[in-house]
Each structure stands twice: as C-alpha cells, then as structure tokens.
C-alpha cells in the first residue's frame, strides 16, 4: 500500500481540533500519517499535538515553528519535513476538518489509479447528492475568485482553494517547496504558478494534463474559521503579486 503523509497546519486550534476523530481515523487506516505543523500558537495548540503523537507515535508527528508565519508557509516547512520520510505522497488538509478525513482515501486511489495525475485537488461542486455546506456570500466570492485565478492563469480550474490537496511525490515536487510563498493564504495558487513556469517551453506535461479536481462528496463552512470576507479582497491583490512574479 501506498505511504501518505498528511501536513495539517495548526494555529490557535487547541480549543476545537477535533483530536478524537483523527485518532479514529487513523486507528481504521492503514497507509497514511498526519504531520502537524504548529505555527507559531499562542494558546495551548502544540501540547495538544504532542500528546496525539504521544498516543500514536506512528500515525502522528509534530513540526514546530518558532513565530506565526502564515498557512502557507506552514504548510511548505511541513512538506519539507515530510520530504525526509520518503513517502509515495504528500498532501495538506484544513485542522477543521471541513473536508471529511474520509476523503483522503478517495485522493489516494485516484493518483493509485492513474500514474499520469501528479495532484488531486478537492472541488467544492454542489450537486444535487452532496452535501456540500458553504456559506452563501462566502460561496460567491469563492466562486469569483476561482473564475479570476482561472483567467490569470489561462489553465481552467473549479476551485483553487479548497484545503484538501494531495500530491505525488516526483523529483519535481521538492522544487515547489523550496522558496518562500510570496503570500499568507493564496499559495496554492502560487503552486500552480511554479508549476507553470517550471514546465513552459518544455515538452512536460502541463498543468492540465496532470492535475485532478474530485468532486467532494461532503464539506461543510467550520465554525471559528478564520478566513473573513476581507481577505478575499486582499487575495485578489495577492493574486497580481503572484503573476508579477511568475509570469
């Protein structure tokens, strides 16, 4: 079976990390890890992830960073680590769960299945038959900035920021790891850029050819979440920066 990590970042969750149900999961599953990240909490959120690791020392793992750097940059210190461990993939998921832990085995046998997909991004798709529960501002705007990354990148693309992501673990994969995100909250985005300009003018395959959105079948708006309306403007701002810099 295939080896897969998971990075969560964690900032602030000690009061609502649903702690019982990734100790649930992974009792049930074999093949896959959790790599907590802790960004810089200022609350009791890494004693929480220690004592999980304590519990199961083979299913989960803690990554500390010293101050608040941003989801992004969470996630990219935990994929490095995770880098070390040698897996067959690597993925990030939201500490919220707003994307059931589930569906992580779904990700897996779709890259399992098809070895010319390299990344399985979760879409957020409301179909009659799933629950998908999202507030309906905060649906909107999601769906207009998902149109705006679509047309900046000139690559079609449902939904560039849903927190469930899993990918193949290729030598190309440390590449987009390497720097520094240039933003806090649209670094996926960002990866698909790197991605871009890494494989223009090569005969590679593209971003359409090895990126796979699967349709979630259940997701849900957590509350606490700290993503404001706000920070969808100042994410269409970030998205510039990005071009700027990748184009």
């Given at each position: ?18 702690v019982e149900t990734f100790q649930g999961f992974a009792r ?58 040698d897996p067959d993939y690597i993925g990030f998921w939201d ?153």
């Open positions: 079976m295939s080896e897969t990590i998971i990075v969560v970042p964690c900032y602030n969750e000690a009061e609502r990390l649903p049930r599953t074999h093949g896959i890890r959790f790599l907590f990240v802790d960004d810089g909490s200022t609350d009791a959120t890494v004693d929480v992830l220690r004592a999980m690791k304590a519990s199961a020392p083979d299913c989960f793992d803690v990554h500390t960073l010293a101050a608040n750097a941003g989801k992004g940059e969470a996630v990219r210190h935990g994929f490095l680590a995770a880098l070390d461990s500490a919220d769960l707003a994307t059931p832990l589930e569906a992580i085995p779904e990700f897996r046998d779709v890259l399992d299945g098809r070895p010319d997909i390299e990344m399985a991004f979760g879409a957020r798709v409301r179909l009659l038959g799933r629950a998908i529960r999202r507030n309906r501002l905060r649906h909107l705007l999601g769906r207009l900035f998902a149109m705006t990354a679509s047309l900046f990148l000139r690559v079609d693309i449902y939904d560039t920021q849903c927190g469930a992501k899993l990918f193949r673990v290729t030598p190309d994969l440390p590449v987009l790891f390497q720097e520094p995100f240039a933003t806090r909250w649209i670094f996926d985005v960002e990866i698909i850029a790197r991605l871009m300009r890494a494989r223009t003018g090569t005969e590679r395959p593209q971003v359409r050819d090895i990126v796979y959105e699967v349709p979630l079948s259940e997701w849900r708006d957590a509350a606490g979440s700290k993503i404001k309306v706000r920070d969808f403007v100042i994410a269409i701002f970030g998205m510039i920066d990005i071009l700027r810099k990748y184009r």
